[in-house]
């Protein structure tokens, strides 16, 4: 079945650093890939996704690129600020007639310290 | 904006207890889901619904039921609490068809069952 695996955290940097959380996933055909956010204390936010082969997602200064080829969807953002601190999660989706279910990996804690 | 509301950010029941979680939205979302997240698990689906009155395992349904009366509302119901339930409660809510559609979560409610 379908499966995502990231690295396992915390991700520890210091303001303005360049970050990476890698994720790779395992699936057939053409599943969506996700990153989402969760800040302390919230629920989950959408950060950017891609929906098919080398599409780049990109939000807030974090990009990914969909490499079908290393089945890879690895989270990059060139100077990661205070506010950065979070868990990150990747997701693959996979579209059915009507709904959608996501498949999430294991979430990597980031703390960016000044 | 889309807004999606849990009707408790913390919960307390002791081991047997009937306890509900609501989950309502105001999109008019077709498909609402509810998923446990846990360290070191990421998050994993309950239940979700695809419509009004449907409703479909996912992939940790023992112990949990649902229910769908109205759109705007999706609650999950553990008819006999155990401490193996505590845990972070997400609700999420999403457009039916387009692939393009997202998920967007609630803030989630923390249970712990005594």
């Known amino acids: 079945g379908d499966s995502v695996t990231q690295m396992e955290g915390p991700v520890t940097l210091s303001e303005e650093a360049f970050l990476t959380i890698n994720c790779t996933y395992t699936?057939?055909?053409?599943?969506?890939l996700f990153w989402y956010v969760q800040y302390p204390g919230e629920g989950l936010q959408l950060l950017l996704k891609?929906?098919?082969?080398?599409d780049k997602g990109s939000n807030k200064g974090f990009e990914a690129t969909y490499r079908k080829e290393t089945t890879s969807f690895h989270l990059e953002k060139g100077s990661v600020q205070v506010s950065d601190s979070a868990v990150y999660f990747c997701?693959?989706?996979?579209?059915?007639?009507?709904?959608?279910?996501?498949?999430f990996g294991t979430g990597t804690r980031l703390l960016v310290s000044p | 904006d889309v807004k999606v509301t849990q009707s408790s950010r913390y919960l307390v029941k002791r081991t047997g207890e009937k306890v509900f979680l609501e989950c309502v939205q105001d999109m008019d979302h077709e498909n609402m889901f509810w998923y446990r997240q846990d360290p070191g698990l990421g998050l994993r689906l309950i239940y979700f619904s695809y419509d009004v009155k449907m409703k479909e395992k996912g992939d940790i349904p023992e112990g949990y039921s649902v229910s769908r009366e109205k759109k705007e509302r999706f609650s999950l119901i553990l008819e006999s609490a155990s401490t193996n339930q505590t845990s972070m409660y997400l609700c999420a809510s999403r457009a039916g068809g387009a692939s393009t559609d997202t998920q967007y979560f609630g803030p989630g409610t923390r249970l712990t069952v005594l």
């Open positions: 699936a057939t055909g053409y599943p969506s």
């Open positions: 997701a693959l989706g996979r579209e059915y007639t009507g709904f959608q279910k996501l498949v």
């Open positions: 891609a929906t098919k082969a080398d």
